[in-house]
């Protein structure tokens, strides 16, 4: 049986509780309708089952779980090996507590162990902020006098699901697999939103990603097709990584996800304390719907920073400096006509010649060939009343650059000197971590963005490595250690400085990046159908306003549909323009009349609803980037179901000319002002007629499109 030692309940759904359970050290976590129970069993912090319903177990049932013997089944909760040796084992309890978590509203339920044999200890942290979804990291203490060298580390894994066959005939019977996976597979520039589901096979599914930047970020989607339960996960980390789900023992899923890299990964010095990657993981049993907000909810509680006060949502314009002269203060003249709220200027801005802009890179000193410079540029944007952002790609040296010149042995290296990234600058030298720590928040103390937008157009692959302590560590733990505490730095110091984090487009919007950032890119790829795809994709994991789509980004992206197609993918995302074309055309036209016409309607219409935490309802989840599809529709609405609007994008001349909407997110007993942007006109229909028998949309060509607004009347 069991007796209470520590426990603490909110109103807020969120319990910790610490305690003994058959003579175990246990520690149970529930959050909102996800239960955990951990204990320390034999040495092993072992996990004694989950919950996707809140219900507790009893105390005499606990006693008995998992009902399974760790030395046959892998179910130690986390995995870390240190000095070649794999501790999974050998553990005592040292403590357990609670404290108050980094961001409002959360906790954070500490379980301190202690090494038998090696000089390590580790605090097992689970951060509870409401939502059914828990995060959970290790801070990894060596307290020998020799420095120890972490290999390998899996911040949780072990058993997700034990689901025994007859509950499901269909499935026990061989007409199905029970578990299935959705994940991002997109390994190269472009595949962001490339969403797959896959069968796991019994025995065991790994995935790797090895360039370096992750355009297929680690997110991940269980599905139980025993029990219908789903599980969402996530490893926020933005570096090489593995993720593996094991199908064995009859109707066991198993699981485990870290870094990837070559050994060790991190050297430890006697006395440091280090931080692992937090891995984001929960359990629902509901539709895919009520998933994803839940997991909207956890990521914006637990993740994402809010935005600076009066900067919660704007549109953008912005322009690489592709020339000099004057000319970009008339792209500012046409932003602001146009009724864009802000200008970025992008790349090109620095250096000690006018040359390509990726040809600069390293030296941040602002270039001869801006009028008035860049503080002239900022006056004459705020004096148009619009923000004032500014892109910089601090992590990157370019061969041509006087920093280059300067400190050649700057560039990541590995083996024998070769390079292991072209342009990447070796940030686990300590000197160069403090040389990018130092350009950042001078260029941000200097110029004064209202935004500041962070580039990173690299590709390392297997990564470099420096000699420390007698190890060849790899670079990249220490190189995210300095990016995430000088972006955690950024936001204290200039705290009305909004962030965008850009990886050329999506390659870094893991969970890691985006807690120091306030948006991400979606892609650089964006262009019909594959932004609208993109995101449609990605706001599976990531909410709306945490996105930014980069609209005639491709010089071609008009010629791929129709023009108010074309400009209604802004609608869902935040917009960010990239020129309106040429600057002696006639803005009287119906392009530029259109243009103004979006970006008003995105002001107006939507930012209600894009301002306000919008659900989002996926009524074509599963088309990801490049599976064959007819339509792609999304739909954002608010949570009071008072306002929503849907796009309805037909991506191909094949099958039916007919979809039948049926809205998410109305009230079945209240009516709306439904407008059909094609026809231009409005209708009233009640909610439930919206919700159940539906509205016909018709469109006869592939990559054409729909957008339903929606009102209550009341």
């Not at 090494?115 to 979804?133: A, C, E, F, Y």
Request: hydrophobic share 35%.
């Amino acid at each position: 049986m069991s007796t209470n030692a520590f426990k603490t309940t909110r109103p807020d759904g969120i319990e910790t509780c610490f305690y003994k359970s058959n003579e175990r050290n246990t520690a149970r976590y529930v959050s909102d309708t996800v239960v955990r129970e951990e204990a320390l069993e034999h040495g092993r912090l072992i996990g004694l089952y989950w919950s996707a319903t809140g219900q507790v177990q009893r105390e005499n049932i606990t006693s008995g779980l998992p009902k399974m013997d760790s030395l046959e089944r892998p179910i130690h909760v986390f995995e870390l090996e240190i000095d070649g040796q794999l501790l999974h084992n050998r553990w005592d309890w040292v403590q357990a507590s609670e404290r108050p978590g980094s961001r409002p509203g959360t906790v954070e339920a500490v379980v301190e162990l202690k090494h038998q044999i090696r000089p390590i200890s580790v605090k097992v942290v689970t951060r509870l902020d409401g939502s059914p979804i828990l995060a959970r990291w290790l801070e990894i203490t060596n307290t020998g006098d020799k420095p120890a060298a972490l290999s390998k580390v899996s911040p949780w894994s072990g058993l997700l699901w034990n689901s025994p066959s007859e509950v499901n005939p269909s499935v026990k019977d061989g007409t199905g697999h029970k578990f299935t996976l959705g994940y991002l597979a997109g390994e190269k520039f472009g595949h962001e939103g490339h969403f797959i589901w896959r069968d796991i096979p019994t025995e065991k599914l790994r995935i790797e990603r090895t360039r370096g930047t992750n355009y297929g970020t680690p997110y991940f989607i269980l599905r139980n097709e025993l029990t219908g339960e789903t599980a969402f996960a996530a490893l926020a980390w933005s570096a090489n990584y593995y993720a593996e789900f094991a199908h064995r023992f009859d109707s066991c899923l198993f699981f485990s996800m870290g870094p990837l890299g070559p050994a060790p990964l991190r050297v430890i010095k006697p006395g440091e304390t280090v931080l692992s990657p937090e891995v984001h993981l929960g359990l629902m049993h509901t539709d895919m719907d009520s998933a994803v907000q839940s997991w909207h909810r956890h990521v914006r509680a637990s993740v994402i920073p809010p935005r600076p006060e009066g900067k919660s949502m704007y549109t953008v314009a912005g322009r690489v400096v592709e020339e000099p002269g004057d000319w970009i203060l008339r792209e500012v003249d046409i932003a602001a006509e146009m009724g864009v709220e802000s200008f970025m200027v992008d790349a090109g801005w620095y250096g000690k010649r006018f040359d390509k802009w990726w040809e600069q890179r390293g030296d941040w000193c602002e270039g001869s060939w801006l009028p008035g410079g860049l503080a002239g540029i900022r006056q004459y944007i705020h004096d148009k009343g619009m923000l004032f952002g500014l892109w910089m790609e601090p992590e990157t040296i370019a061969e041509k650059s006087k920093l280059s010149k300067e400190h050649p042995d700057w560039v990541i290296k590995t083996d024998d000197g070769r390079r292991a990234g072209e342009t990447q600058l070796n940030m686990g030298k300590p000197e160069v971590a403090q040389f990018v720590r130092d350009e950042v928040i001078r260029v941000i103390r200097e110029h004064k963005p209202d935004f500041y937008k962070l580039d990173y157009n690299v590709v390392v692959y297997e990564g470099g490595q420096n000699i420390i302590d007698g190890y060849a560590e790899h670079e990249a733990w220490r190189h995210y250690e300095t990016l995430h505490q000088l972006f955690r730095q950024v936001r204290e110091e200039f705290p009305d400085v909004a962030l965008e984090n850009c990886a050329s487009g999506g390659g870094r919007n893991d969970l890691g990046m985006l807690s120091v950032f306030h948006y991400a890119a979606e892609s650089d790829w964006s262009l019909m159908p594959f932004g609208i795809r993109a995101i449609n994709a990605m706001t599976l994991f990531l909410p709306p306003e945490a996105l930014a789509y980069y609209h005639n980004h491709i010089y071609t992206a008009h010629l791929m549909a129709d023009l108010d197609t074309h400009l209604r993918v802004t609608l869902f995302a935040t917009p960010v323009f990239v020129g309106f074309g040429a600057q002696s055309a006639d803005r009287s036209t119906s392009y530029f009349k259109k243009t103004k016409r979006y970006i008003e309607l995105a002001k107006t219409f939507c930012r209600p609803v894009m301002a306000n935490h919008p659900v989002v309802y996926h009524h074509t989840p599963d088309i990801g980037l490049l599976n064959p599809a007819e339509w792609c529709v999304l739909e954002y609405g608010l949570e009071d179901k008072s306002r929503g609007y849907c796009g309805v994008f037909k991506l191909s001349g094949h099958g039916q000319n007919e979809y039948i909407l049926n809205l998410g997110g109305v009230d079945i007993n209240r009516s709306y002002v439904v407008t059909f942007d094609n026809r231009n006109q409005s209708v009233t229909l009640s909610g439930w007629e919206l919700a159940n028998n539906g509205i016909s949309i018709s469109l006869d060509a592939p990559l054409t499109s729909e957008l339903v607004l929606y009102k209550a009347l009341d």
